[in-house]
């Protein structure tokens, strides 16, 4: 986005991210802060579109309900524009397996070899890769957002899950 006051607000995007206080376990200033990361990159960029058609920008509130992840989506001035509820089971495997490799990264990282970092970086990778196009398909019919996007998404949703 530029700062060219000729130039339109981009409309399909998100503007802001909330989450659900009760949805979220306080347990460590560094869960605390992989999640403030995870909504900050998420707000630098992204693509996110209803299918409805109801125009942006975009406010999203997630919240877990009953292993489920509530999108309540507003447009900028807080009018409803749609409440979807998406399942976390689908994602339960890969988000354990997630967490596994991340965990052994960061061990490698302090006393592997690079040639072991690598091949736990590129399995981090993978999954993180596995995980957005699940959540894209997951979305599909109901928002729109682009790879980047459900990449961010994505983050933010095992932030979400981090016990730390």
């Known amino acids: 986005m530029t700062d060219d006051p000729e130039t339109p607000e981009r409309r399909d995007r998100l503007i802001d991210i ?3 206080e009760k949805s979220i376990s306080h347990n460590s200033p560094e869960v605390q802060h992989e999640r403030k990361v995870a909504i900050f990159d998420l707000l630098e960029e992204n693509t996110f579109m209803l299918a409805n058609g109801t125009p942006g920008p975009f406010r999203l509130h997630l919240e877990i309900v009953e292993n489920r992840l509530a999108f309540h989506v507003a447009q900028d001035d807080g009018a409803h524009a749609m409440t979807f509820l998406l399942s976390l089971s689908p994602f339960r495997k890969i ?5 596994l490799v991340c965990e052994s990264y ?4 302090k006393s592997e070899p690079p040639s072991r970092i690598e091949a736990l970086d590129m399995g981090r990778r993978g999954l993180h890769n596995e995980g957005t196009q699940l959540l894209q398909q997951r979305l599909q019919g109901k928002i729109s957002v682009d790879f980047d996007t459900a990449r961010r998404l994505f983050t933010l949703i095992c932030a979400l899950h981090w016990k730390g």
């Not at 960061?106 to 990282?109: K, Q, R, S, W």
């Open 106 to 109: 960061y061990a490698a990282i």
């Open 18 to 20: 909330m989450l659900d």
């Open 95 to 99: 988000i354990k397996d997630y967490f």
